[in-house]
C-alpha cells in the first residue's frame, strides 16, 4: 500500500489511478468533518467534492511536511469557513448534525428513540457553541485530531485550541444538564 505521499509523487507525474486511491482514502473523513460543520447532506457533499478539486489544483504546494491529512482538512476548514461566510450574507443559519447510525433491524425501539433524542440534543447544544469552540470540539472529538493538529488546521495556537475545547467542553456540559434538569421538571420528577 503506498503511503500518501508516494501517492502525491504519482499524481503529479499525471497517474490518474493514484488520484481516485487518494480521493478514496480520504473522502470519509473529509465528508464527515464537513457534514458535521455544515449539518446539511447536500451541502457536505457539494463541499467535499469542492474540497478535492481545490486538493488536487493545490498538490503541487504540497511540501511534504506535516501530515498530509492535517493538509486536506486545512483545505477543508477553510472551505467551510468560506462557505460559512457566503450563507451569513444570505441570512442562512449553520446547524450541526451528527451521523445517523443505522439500527439493528433486532434492537427494540425504545433505545433507539432515546439515543436519537440524546443525539439531538448533544447537536442542538454543539450548534449552539460559538464557531472556533464547536470547531475545536468537532475536529478532537469526532476526527480524533491532536491539539498540534487543530492548531496547525485552524492556524491558531495550542494553548488557544486547549482554551477552546475547555470553553467549549463547560459550555456543553451546561446546556446539557441545564437540559436535563427543564426535562426533569416537565415530567414532574
Not at 73 to 97: P, W, Y
Not at 175 to 183: K, M, R
Request: proline share 2%; charged share 30%.
Amino acid at each position: 500500500m503506498l503511503s500518501d505521499e508516494e501517492l502525491i509523487a504519482e499524481i503529479l507525474r499525471g497517474s490518474q489511478a493514484a488520484m481516485e486511491v487518494l480521493v478514496k482514502r480520504h473522502y470519509k473523513s473529509v465528508f464527515a468533518y464537513v457534514y458535521r460543520k455544515t449539518g446539511d447532506y447536500h451541502t457536505a457533499f457539494d463541499l467535499t467534492q469542492e474540497v478535492f478539486i481545490k486538493m488536487l489544483k493545490a498538490l503541487h504546494h504540497y511540501n511534504g511536511i506535516g501530515k498530509f491529512t492535517n493538509w486536506l482538512f486545512k483545505i477543508a476548514h477553510n472551505t467551510c469557513l468560506d462557505q460559512l461566510r457566503a450563507s451569513q450574507t444570505k441570512g442562512m443559519q449553520q446547524q450541526v448534525e451528527l451521523d445517523d447510525r443505522f439500527p439493528d433491524e433486532h434492537a427494540s425501539v425504545w433505545p433507539l428513540l432515546e439515543k436519537k433524542l440524546a443525539r439531538k440534543r448533544i447537536q442542538k447544544a454543539i450548534a449552539s457553541l460559538p464557531e472556533e469552540q464547536r470547531e475545536a470540539v468537532i475536529l478532537k472529538y469526532y476526527h480524533d485530531l491532536r491539539i498540534k493538529d487543530i492548531a496547525q488546521i485552524t492556524q491558531s495556537k495550542e494553548a488557544t485550541v486547549k482554551s477552546r475545547l475547555k470553553r467549549g467542553l463547560a459550555r456543553l456540559r451546561t446546556l446539557l444538564e441545564g437540559d436535563e434538569n427543564a426535562e426533569d421538571a416537565q415530567s414532574g420528577f
